[in-house]
């Protein structure tokens, strides 16, 4: 029976391969979207994964970084350099902000930083400058790239015309890139007074993040403190809880049209297959054994077309990266396992429409009509 | 075209089925569309409802999407507002804040005005405009989804705020707008008397342009139109959205066109005994192309039909279950679908047309 299943299925190669272009497009919607999402996530704690903080001090209140302010009074960082267990404590300003490079814009996380600072500089600087020094910025290679500009070129941040002195690597994503300056250059356009946004603090040795982040937050008033990995998980959060509606509705699409798709594929392959079918059950074969071939048939369409979709949601990743590295995809295994499955129950529902025709088939009328 | 109906319609389930493929796909177009103008909307539904035709903003700064990590200095908001020509100055002081409610994170613009200057919720729902730091008006929908009412509170960055009225229009997918009092988004940002942006209402018999001449010598400042730091926002979201939109676009696309071929390459490969008779009479091919496409033409014409109904029912779907998507289908998205509909068409017809073109009329008959 399975052979004849895919017999049936193989015998129309024009069709066949016509009904897998549709389901693997439709699951390319479904997987490739996820990967925009999935590839962004993965780039969003990429500052505070490479910071070198142990343990990261905010504003009370504030435990996210993407779309939020966190404004502390700079006599904060003093406080917690105090609490016994800190080696290290590094004031930064952050904002989410844009810069301008070669007449187009870029949204940016801007970092300022001072200079000579032990953590929260830039990481994995991939030309010239360790830091920025006033005057300076080190803004990400993606960017820089699709802006064509390179080491020594001006770009406007902070209402400033600014130097590349440097470029990092691997921190941009479809919605932004990480830059910095120096904190000089930061505080004197930011205004407000003494304020920092952030105070990124390692701890000495032998000390538990934990311990010491539940001491400072018991020593110094106004603020919330997290670690590092607690930091990294609530902006993940953020962005699973603002994307979780989008991506649901655009699952639904993806799979409703993967849904019509291979029910359309198995209804017009069954259809067209009637006569066979009608002398098997001439021959003694039971109903359920005709659902099977059919539902064979369109287990195999939506695997193959799955294959397909997953082949290319792999391409597109690797190809349009080389087009503009803005765009980072990130097929992930949650999202391919979650997608089998999906895929699968769709195919178990294309097959029930087919199964209604093979039911009312009667032998002998569809042999005499040939 | 009487041959084309009854070959397409001769298997209604089938036809059914391939006129829902076509809807689904330009469903998805429309909608993918509807979504983009939406945000398009959200963007800058702020500024288009607030005072003013003139924005100053900090040096540099050209839009309100991003936070600038600038301020406006207190003396550059008085200086503005005393300037000749200027009517009205609204100072704006707006920052975002993820609070978390009900144990979700929710992106919230929190805008600090002054009332007497404006620039706060144009459309009140119930209660009243904020008269104390601490006193917000909450987004209507946000309100909704966490079961808030005036009277209510909740917690921003370490401040309790008391809801004191709801506003209508101001929910967003990417930042829904939370009104308080300029001073006390002061107090959280830690900038006193200072200012996002200021915007300004020209005198009676100024121009915006007049006034931004006046204004542009002002130090550390940018001042543009209203509606070009509108503009520029919109700009930015594009950057962001319209490379992914824009690939599942043409994906949709490309499944509504396979849906097309497929659906009229098995009703012509059914019918080619029929083809190949007519060919053996002598009709040509431009005949049995016109009766392909045809079929594809009215195949995709009932999908498309059916799809922009599904797409508004898509799209008040959503909005009703998640009113902070909006979802605004423009007359000129429908007129591109009804092209992206009639080239799938022909896209489908291309593989059926080819089938008939190569027909042998004498190995039929022999078949």
């Known amino acids: 029976m399975f052979r004849l299943a895919i017999a049936n299925l193989v015998q129309n190669k024009t069709r066949l391969l016509i009904s897998v272009g549709g389901v693997a497009l439709a699951l390319t919607l479904v997987l490739f979207f996820r990967a925009v999402f999935d590839g962004a996530e993965g780039r969003l704690t990429v500052y ?48 989410e902000g844009m810069i301008e490079a070669n007449g187009s814009d870029y949204i940016v996380y801007l970092f300022g930083v001072p200079v000579g600072a032990p953590l929260g500089g830039p990481s994995l600087v991939s030309e010239s400058a360790p830091e920025p020094q006033s005057g300076q910025i080190v803004i990400d290679h993606a960017v820089a790239s699709e802006a064509g500009l390179g080491l020594g070129d001006q770009v406007t941040a902070l209402g400033q ?13 479809l919605v932004s890139s990480v830059s910095f300056v120096s904190m000089e250059d930061f505080a004197a356009v930011r205004g407000g007074g003494d304020v920092v946004s952030f105070v990124l603090v390692k701890i000495e040795q032998g000390e538990s993040p934990a311990a010491i982040s539940s001491r400072i937050a ?53 259809v067209g297959r009637r006569r066979e079918y009608g002398v098997l059950k001439a021959m003694g074969v039971r109903n359920s054994r005709l659902y099977w071939i059919v539902l064979v048939q369109a287990l195999l369409t939506v695997g193959i077309g799955l294959l397909a979709g997953l082949g290319l949601t792999l391409l597109l990743s690797a190809v349009i990266p080389s087009f503009n590295e803005l765009i980072v995809l990130s097929v992930s295994m949650n999202s391919l396992v979650r997608v089998t499955a999906v895929s699968a129950i769709i195919a178990c529902i294309s097959a029930l429409l087919p199964a209604r025709q093979l039911a009312g088939l009667e032998p002998v009328a569809i042999i005499r009509r040939g | 075209m009487n041959l084309a109906l009854s070959n397409l319609f001769q298997d209604k389930l089938r036809f059914a089925l391939s006129v829902i493929g076509i809807a689904l796909a330009v469903m998805l177009i429309l909608f993918l569309l509807g979504l983009r103008a939406g945000v398009f909307r959200s963007a800058v539904i702020y500024l288009d409802n607030a005072p003013g035709s003139v924005a100053v903003m900090p040096q ?46 929710q992106a919230i613009k929190l805008v600090g005005y002054d009332p007497a200057f404006g620039g706060g919720p144009w459309d009140l729902k119930e209660g009243r405009e904020p008269a104390n730091d601490g006193e917000v008006v909450l987004d209507r929908v946000l309100a909704g989804r966490h079961g808030f009412d005036v009277g ?74 209203k509606s070009q730091v509108m503009e520029n926002d919109q700009q930015i979201i594009a950057g962001i959205f319209d490379q992914v939109i824009f690939l599942m676009v043409a994906a949709a696309f490309i499944v509504g066109a396979l849906v097309v071929g497929l659906v009229i390459y098995t009703a012509t490969v059914e019918r080619r005994g029929e083809y190949g008779i007519l060919k053996a009479i002598g009709a040509r091919n431009g005949v049995l192309y016109r009766v392909v496409v ?72 022999r078949r």
């Open chain 1, 48 to 95: 505070i994964d490479r910071a070198g903080a142990d343990v990261w001090v905010s504003q009370e209140g504030v435990r996210t970084m993407h779309m939020s302010e966190s404004a502390l009074p700079a006599s904060v960082a003093e406080e917690v350099r105090a609490v016994p267990g800190v080696e290290e404590a590094v004031p930064i300003l952050y904002t």
């Open chain 1, 161 to 173: 015309q600014l130097t590349i002195a440097g470029l990092t690597s691997g921190t941009s994503s």
């Open chain 1, 218 to 270: 018991e020593t110094v008033p106004g603020v919330t403190v997290q670690t590092s990995p607690e930091f990294a998980s609530q902006e993940r959060k953020l962005v699973k809880d603002m994307s979780a509606d989008i991506i649901t509705i655009m699952n639904t699409a993806g799979y409703l049209t993967g849904l019509a798709v291979v029910a359309l594929t198995i209804y017009i392959a069954t």
């Open chain 2, 60 to 105: 540099g700064v050209k839009s309100t999407s991003a936070g600038s990590g600038q301020f406006l200095s207190p003396e550059t908001v008085d200086t503005v507002s005393s300037a000749p020509g200027v009517d009205r100055a609204t100072p704006v002081l707006a920052m975002m804040a993820i609070p978390e409610l009900h144990g979700k994170k």
């Open chain 2, 152 to 225: 209510d509170s909740f917690s921003i960055a370490g401040h309790e705020l008391t809801v004191v009225g709801l506003s209508n229009q101001t929910a967003s997918f990417a930042g829904t707008l939370v009104f308080a009092r300029k001073t006390f988004v002061e107090s959280v940002a830690l900038a006193p008397g200072e200012a996002s942006f200021i915007l300004v209402t020209p005198a009676a018999g100024t121009t915006s342009a007049e006034l931004i001449a006046g204004l542009r010598s002002l130090p550390g400042t940018n001042v543009l139109l």
């Open chain 2, 294 to 365: 045809s079929q594809a033409a009215v195949a995709a014409s009932v999908g498309v039909a059916l799809g922009i109904g599904f797409a508004y029912a898509a799209g008040w779907l959503v909005m009703s279950a998640r009113p902070q998507f909006l979802v605004a289908i423009e007359p000129t998205a429908i007129i591109l679908t009804l092209a992206a509909g009639f080239v799938m068409a022909l896209a489908g017809a291309l593989v059926p047309a080819r089938a008939v073109a190569g027909l042998a009329p004498a190995e039929v008959f």
